[in-house]
T-cell receptor, first 115, second 113 residues
Framework: GAVVSQHPSRVICKSGTSVKIECRSLDFQATTMFWYRQFPKQSLMLMATSNEGSKATYEQGVEKDKFLINHASLTLSTLTVTSAHPEDSSFYIC???????????FGPGTRLTVL | GESVGLHLPTLSVQEGDNSIINCAYSNSASDYFIWYKQESGKGPQFIIDIRSNMDKRQGQRVTVLLNKTVKHLSLQIAATQPGDSAVYFCAEKRSGGYNKLIFGAGTRLAVHP
């Protein structure tokens, strides 16, 4: 149980285009999901907290207009990287909180490469 | 500033030995801690968790110890196997807010035959 999926697993796009990444909780409902970013050989950095039915909460330094988050249902959150640039290339990972516990279960990650 | 950090960036062990991965945290208000395992190119995988009202919790081949006096967390892996090779992260949940986790820097565990 507690399986989280992400799609796509890998995406390559041209600079200036937008990319949407989906995060789904497959066997549980998640009112709260989280989006992280991870650069090579570094730890996970929280970008934002996604709340079903309300606006996302962004961490300091994360541009909300560039990283659009939509949590439209209890099993789906999406992250859209708008006007992507090479510096946005990274490993993006989502997690979903299994309420009422505090445990977060992670998706497999999405490797974004912006040319 | 407040952080969750690790003592050792890399740990090399022989197959069959026990491994101990350490983590220090600085926020005494944290009430929940998790250990994750991350293999290359994959998302973190939940290993074991512990609440601040406990000092030890055991799972299958793994044990987490929490010492609140010195703000120290450790993960013990018994009879380490090649499949245990990965990067291990400790994460800390601070009370309040949306239960967000703060991750440590990570320790790479390399298991040699």
């Amino acid at each position: 149980g507690a399986v989280v999926s992400q799609h796509p697993s890998r995406v390559i796009c041209k600079s200036g285009t937008s990319v949407k990444i989906e995060c789904r909780s497959l066997d549980f409902q998640a009112t709260t999901m989280f989006w992280y970013r991870q650069f090579p050989k570094q730890s996970l950095m929280l970008m934002a907290t996604s709340n079903e039915g309300s606006k996302a909460t962004y961490e300091q330094g994360v541009e909300k207009d560039k990283f659009l988050i939509n949590h439209a249902s209890l099993t789906l959150s999406t992250l859209t990287v708008t006007s992507a640039h090479p510096e946005d290339s990274s490993f993006y990972i989502c997690s979903a909180r299994l309420a009422p516990t505090d445990t977060q279960y992670f998706g497999p990650g999405t490797r974004l490469t912006v040319l | 500033g407040e952080s969750v950090g690790l003592h050792l960036p890399t740990l090399s062990v022989q197959e069959g030995d026990n491994s101990i991965i350490n983590c220090a945290y600085s926020n005494s208000a944290s009430d929940y801690f998790i250990w994750y395992k991350q293999e290359s190119g994959k998302g973190p995988q939940f290993i074991i968790d512990i609440r601040s009202n406990m000092d030890k919790r055991q799972g299958q081949r793994v044990t987490v110890l929490l010492n609140k006096t010195v703000k120290h967390l450790s993960l013990q892996i018994a009879a380490t196997q090649p499949g245990d090779s990965a990067v291990y992260f400790c994460a800390e949940k601070r009370s309040g807010g949306y239960n967000k986790l703060i991750f440590g820097a990570g320790t790479r565990l390399a298991v040699h035959p």
